[in-house]
């Protein structure tokens, strides 16, 4: 089992910038990579970003590119997103997932951006944007 608890989520003003938590214990090792979900209300759960724990390789949703940044704390077992320039659309709740892919899978395919593909999820943060 991998548990997950996410933080730093509130509410700023369209421009600003967050930094989400994710902390996950247990048996962390089973999962080689990590995952930043969101679902805004009435929508379904969309992909945002996602990191390898071993090489730090990331993915980013072209929606987000150049605004937000997922790092890792191997040490602490944490990882990171940092989110700037944030828009109105970017409310929503976020969710942080483990989940594992083989080396090609991850390098050669988009798994890492298909929510069926993890295992674990936390219980989600709210972020919430004003104009």
């Known amino acids: 089992q991998v548990q997950l608890v996410e933080s730093g989520g509130g509410l700023v003003q369209a421009g600003g910038s967050l930094r989400l938590s994710c902390a996950a214990s247990?048996?962390?090792?089973?999962?080689?990579?990590m995952g930043w979900f969101r679902q805004a209300p009435g929508k379904e759960r969309e992909f945002v970003a996602a990191i390898r724990w071993s090489d730090g390789s990331v993915r980013y949703a072209d929606s987000v590119k150049g605004r937000f940044a997922i790092s890792r704390d191997n040490a602490k077992s944490t990882v990171y997103l940092q989110m700037n320039s944030l828009k109105p659309e970017d409310t929503a709740v976020y969710f942080c997932a483990a989940g594992a892919l083989s080396y090609s899978q991850w390098y050669m395919g988009d798994y890492s951006s298909i929510a069926s593909r993890y295992d674990y999820w936390g219980q989600g943060t709210q972020v919430t944007i004003s104009s």
């Open positions: 247990g048996r962390t090792a089973s999962r080689d990579h």
